[in-house]
């Protein structure tokens, strides 16, 4: 079974909206971090956001907000006001604690910014 | 800082040739992975390190690859002999991780900018 799922291979938006990128997760472990990262076209990994599975408040990180619903297993990205610079491909993944360091990653959305 | 450094950042080579791909991690940091990202399969943990130990090495796709932390400040990936197939971008990552903690601190994994490896 997959532990992370992004439903979504691409997405599109207009500049200056708001988006909401789909994340569901699987896990029995009570303790794990949700990771979202960002990949331009120039290929590097930038970390945007994260939520803890104790955490009782959603995560944010300027324009980017984690929109978590534990019950639901899902930790949706938004982000606010999109820019152009925006447009990549957004990863979630997820640390279980049960599982040491290592990360597991979904398949990525690839999101474009309409002008 | 100057972040998780990787070299080379790209590599063209012949199948049958041997390539190693080099990393280092950030200073203080006590984990180490290796990715491979493709179009095919995205983003795969090829093998991971914590205090220069190999933790999980289930990744790795055969025995024509191979890693190494000899120290906490260096790790290599090996092919040998490389394969087309073996085309991808490998990333390098790092990060301080706290064995037995609750998790409550993100501790992210922070990326090297990846090596693209070309293998005709």
């Known amino acids: 079974a997959q532990k992370i799922t992004q439903t979504q291979p691409g997405m599109f938006v207009q500049e200056k909206e708001a988006v909401t990128l789909d994340c569901t997760y699987d896990?029995?472990?009570?303790?794990?971090?949700l990771f979202w990262y960002k990949q331009p076209s120039s290929g590097e990994m930038i970390f945007l956001i994260y939520?803890?599975?104790?955490?009782?408040q959603n995560a944010t990180e300027g324009r980017y907000s984690l929109n978590f619903q534990k019950a639901r297993k899902s930790a949706n990205l938004v982000i606010s006001a999109s820019q152009l610079g925006d447009s990549a491909m957004y990863f979630c993944?997820?640390?279980?604690?049960?599982?040491?360091?290592?990360?597991?990653f979904g398949e990525g959305t690839q999101l474009t910014v309409n002008p | 800082d100057a972040g998780v450094i990787q070299s080379p950042r790209h590599e063209v080579t012949e199948m049958g040739q041997e390539v190693t791909l080099r990393c280092k991690p950030i200073?203080?940091?006590?984990?180490l992975f290796w990715y491979r990202q493709t179009m095919m399969r995205g983003l795969e943990l090829l093998i991971y390190?914590?205090?220069?130990?190999?933790?999980?090495d289930s990744g790795m796709p055969e025995d024509r690859f191979s890693a190494k932390m000899p120290n906490a400040s260096f790790s290599t990936l090996k092919i040998q002999p490389s394969e087309p197939r073996d085309s991808a971008v490998y990333f390098c990552?790092?990060?301080?991780?706290?064995?037995?903690?609750?998790?409550?601190?993100?501790?992210?994994?922070?990326f090297g900018p990846g090596t693209r490896l070309t293998v005709l």
């Open positions: 990552a790092s990060s301080f991780f706290e064995p037995g903690k609750r998790e409550k601190t993100y501790n992210e994994q922070f």
């Open positions: 896990t029995s472990d009570p303790s794990y971090g």
């Open positions: 939520q803890g599975s104790y955490d009782q």
């Open positions: 993944a997820m640390r279980e604690r049960s599982s040491g360091s290592r990360l597991t």
């Open positions: 200073s203080g940091h006590n984990s």
């Open positions: 390190f914590n205090n220069n130990v190999p933790i999980d």
